[in-house]
């Protein structure tokens, strides 16, 4: 049966819109329905209903159902190529070249016992209406996390935004820069990135860590970087960028030997000892000296990879004492240490990062946490984590539900 241009036309678009997210395909089908339409290609279905499956097979794209192509119009424009733009600009970035196939990595042929449908962003969550999970959900948003196997670095992998950087072209205070000012290149971080979150809240809240037990004990798992004998450390970075929505962009940092803090005698833990101590402080409660302390101590260097001037100019690569600029609370126990920086604090920030938002899909920046040493015991400093963020899009946030009255919420 030869189908007729236009009602071959018709299909083809409906066949390029079932993608979903795919855009090489997408194109693919396009170009075969203009030459249907330009009558340099007759599609021909041999017998029974199953042509669309025939044409997809074609195209490389997975086989639908029927009803799936006729509901096309109802529920097509809720995907887009918006993801796979930013990823092939990020490669293109990055000097990797075109990324393989889906048919050929390891999220259709994962490595035995790995569930790759517990990713960070859950396929059913739309970006025009996110997910809700609740605390207890939030296990389930840790999967198969990728590392260097010499360095255990976290590398880049799909449907995520983050990853872990090499740490070389950081520097910061060598042993003598009390006198010289002189600054060495890093040496290796105290802490490896876990993961990361992006949530939308409410409302700013403080000390999410009591709401993230079970992910943080799903990320050790899947990270296997625990040792044996030793227990491990855990440190979260909240940045809480202005809404509403507000985000929360949660960072995991993991120290496999807390030893390596709290008992041993280095430059960085004779400092890291009293900035982890068990203790909450804030603005407006705890010990103010302990709290103004670490305001002095917490360090950020930022550092763009790819980013347009404007955004280049504007975040800078100057080593910067956040807590001197924004407020920030620490809550710290025997288990983890969490720092909230809330960035609505300051104009200053509040445009900054909003300027870095409307370029958030085209910006490659890397982020070097570290504790700033003020006298000579405490120099040379050392890298507590790193983290570069890849093109990231902010509308595949999740909303986490958390009850205003939860007696553990602590709102900004």
């Known amino acids: 049966i030869l189908f007729p241009p236009q009602e071959a036309f018709a299909g083809m678009l409906r066949i390029a819109g079932s993608a979903r997210g795919q855009m090489a395909s997408a194109v693919l089908a396009v170009l075969l329905a203009w030459a249907v339409l330009t009558k340099r290609v007759y599609i021909i279905e041999m017998t029974g209903d199953g042509v669309l499956n025939e044409l997809m097979t074609l195209l490389g794209l997975k086989e639908i159902e029927a009803k799936d192509v006729d509901s096309f119009e109802e529920e097509g424009d809720e995907f887009s190529d918006e993801e796979d733009i930013a990823e092939e600009r990020r490669r293109s970035s990055l000097g990797l070249g075109r990324r393989e196939s889906i048919e050929s990595n390891w999220l259709v042929n994962p490595p035995d016992g790995i569930d790759i449908t517990r990713r960070w962003r859950l396929d059913d969550a739309s970006p025009k209406s996110p997910k809700l999970i609740r605390p207890e959900m939030i296990h389930s948003l840790s999967g198969f996390s990728p590392r260097n196997a010499k360095t255990k670095r976290l590398e880049s992998r799909p449907g995520c935004y983050w990853s872990e950087p090499d740490e070389k072209g950081f520097r910061i205070r060598g042993p003598t820069y009390l006198m010289d000012k002189v600054k060495i290149p890093v040496s ?132 910067t004492l956040l807590g001197n600029k924004l407020q920030q609370a620490y809550y710290g126990t025997d288990s983890y240490f969490e720092v909230d920086v809330n960035i609505s604090s300051s104009r200053i920030a509040q445009y900054t990062v909003g300027l870095a938002l409307n370029y958030a899909n085209v910006v490659v920046c890397d982020l070097a946490f570290v504790l700033q040493g003020a006298s000579p015991a405490e120099l040379p400093e050392q890298l507590v984590g790193c983290m570069r963020i890849e093109h990231i899009v902010m509308r595949d946030s999740m909303s986490l539900d958390i009850p205003s009255n939860d007696p553990l919420a602590v709102n900004s």
């Open 188 to 319: 290796k971080p105290i802490f490896h990135l876990l993961d990361c979150d992006l949530f939308d809240l409410p409302q700013p809240t403080n000390h999410l860590a009591p709401y993230l037990n079970e992910r943080i004990h799903a990320l050790w798992k899947d990270s296997a970087l625990s040792i044996q004998g030793k227990q491990p450390y855990t440190v979260i970075i909240q940045l809480q960028v202005p809404g509403p929505p507000w985000k929360s962009f949660c960072m995991y940092f993991g120290c496999a030997d807390r030893d390596l803090i709290f008992h041993s005698d280095t430059p960085f833990s004779r400092i890291a000892r009293r900035f982890f101590t068990a203790t909450h402080t804030t603005l407006n409660s705890g010990d103010p000296n302990l709290h103004k302390w670490r305001n002095n101590t917490f360090k950020l260097i930022p550092r763009c990879v790819n980013a347009p001037f404007v955004v280049k100019r504007a975040v800078g690569e100057v080593p």
